[in-house]
């Protein structure tokens, strides 16, 4: 396993590269995401590996009364991140996702955006557990990854593009943990960004127990209704 050190070295070099590319498809896809599923002014999101802070500042110019918390392992990310995001309703601290904690606010959103598939399958138990211990019963917890497919393929067709940790992530990997710390699967879906099939997104929700709602009558079968219509003639 690599060192938190030379983890946080990578990142500070990588951040020039982050700096070049700055905005692009992904990023405001991610917003598109978190919109989707009820983004509003006044949500608190945590956001765990912000990078230098690009997505961020998406999300925070939709915020106004509510608030973003922001983590990354590099000073140096953190550092960027900040004064890309002054004067707004945010707050950045450089850490390790892992081990992260600022529980005085309930969160609407956590988020680990392309973040997962570069911290250490082996950290993701305590990862997940950490996580959890900062939702409440009506947090969302949404995952980005690259399809482990694709980047096995990037593994074996140009590994000089990929960063210090970059592991494929098949879902029933990630089931274990979050499994493992009672959060449910949502929803999940591998969809095209600029490649077929190259991303993969997940909601989690915090599992809490089963209450057996008044059953919906199903509706009327197709065919039933053709037969219905077709009687009044």
Not at 6 to 23: C, G, P, R, V
Not at 106 to 118: A, S
Not at 161 to 167: E, F, Y
Not at 176 to 202: G, H, I, R, V
Request: with cysteine; hydrophobic share 35%.
């Amino acid at each position: 396993m690599k060192e938190k050190a030379e983890i946080e070295s990578f990142y500070d070099k990588f951040s020039d590269t982050q700096k070049k590319i700055a905005y692009n498809e992904r990023h405001f896809h991610m917003l598109d995401r978190l919109l989707n599923l009820g983004l509003q002014k006044d949500s608190n999101v945590l956001e765990l590996g912000c990078g230098i802070g690009v997505i961020s500042s998406l999300v925070c110019k939709v915020l106004k009364t509510g608030v973003l918390v922001a983590t990354d392992i590099s000073p140096k990310n953190i550092e960027i991140a900040k004064k890309r995001n002054a004067n707004r309703n945010a707050q950045f601290f450089v850490g390790d996702a892992v081990k992260f904690e600022r529980k005085k606010i309930t969160y609407d959103f956590i988020t680990l955006f392309d973040v997962l598939e570069h911290i250490h399958v082996d950290s993701h138990n305590e990862l997940f557990s950490n996580v959890v211990s900062h939702m409440s019963e009506e947090t969302k917890l949404v995952v980005n990854i690259p399809n482990p497919e694709y980047l096995r393929h990037l593994h074996n067709s140009s590994p000089e593009s990929l960063q210090i940790i970059d592991q494929p992530l098949p879902l029933i990997e990630i089931l274990k943990a979050t499994e493992l710390n009672d959060l449910n699967l949502k929803f999940f879906e591998t969809y095209d960004l600029w490649k077929k099939d190259e991303s993969q997104f997940m909601l989690f929700e915090k599992r809490t127990e089963f209450t057996v709602h008044e059953t919906i009558p199903p509706k009327q079968n197709f065919f039933r209704r053709v037969q219905n219509k077709l009687e009044r003639y």
